[in-house]
């Protein structure tokens, strides 16, 4: 089971990872940004091949958007500066809890 929440933070990491590089590809005109961005989203769905054989695929859903948009605006805010009203960053704790609350009640029925 260990192994199986590894991969899906593997999947995590590489999904955000590729959404982070998508303004710096400049719509597909830059070739390393847009061959990275190519490579993390395809490493991302990988490892989702993965975990959607071992949990279910609402669980593994939720955790995998909830948690990438969590960080997605985390990393949008140290590296491009973007800001989040008070609303925005509540709804983000929320969904974040949420994820919690799914994983953790999910596992007693697996």
Same mark, same amino acid.
């Given at each position: 089971?260990?192994?199986?929440?590894?991969?899906?933070?593997?999947?995590?990491?590489?999904?955000?990872?590729?959404?982070?590089?998508?303004?710096?590809?400049?719509?597909?005109?830059?070739?390393?940004?847009?061959?990275?961005?190519?490579?993390?989203?395809?490493?991302?769905?990988?490892?989702?091949?993965?975990?959607?054989?071992?949990?279910?695929?609402?669980?593994?859903? %939720?955790?995998?958007?909830? *948690? /990438?948009? +969590?960080? !997605?605006? @985390?990393?949008?805010?140290?590296?491009?500066?973007?800001? $989040? %009203?008070?609303?925005?960053? *509540? /709804?983000? +704790?929320? !969904?974040? @809890?949420?994820?919690?609350?799914?994983?953790?009640?999910? $596992?007693?029925?697996?």
């Amino acid at each position: 089971m260990i192994k199986t929440y590894l991969f899906l933070i593997g999947a995590i990491f590489f999904e955000v990872a590729g959404t982070m590089l998508l303004p710096v590809s400049q719509n597909f005109t830059k070739i390393i940004p847009t061959s990275l961005l190519i490579i993390f989203y395809c490493s991302a769905f990988y490892l989702l091949t993965f975990v959607v054989n071992k949990l279910p695929i609402a669980i593994v859903y %939720a955790t995998w958007s909830g *948690l /990438g948009i +969590f960080t !997605i605006a @985390i990393l949008g805010y140290i590296i491009f500066k973007q800001t $989040l %009203a008070w609303q925005g960053i *509540l /709804g983000l +704790f929320l !969904i974040v @809890i949420g994820v919690i609350l799914v994983n953790a009640y999910s $596992l007693k029925t697996i």
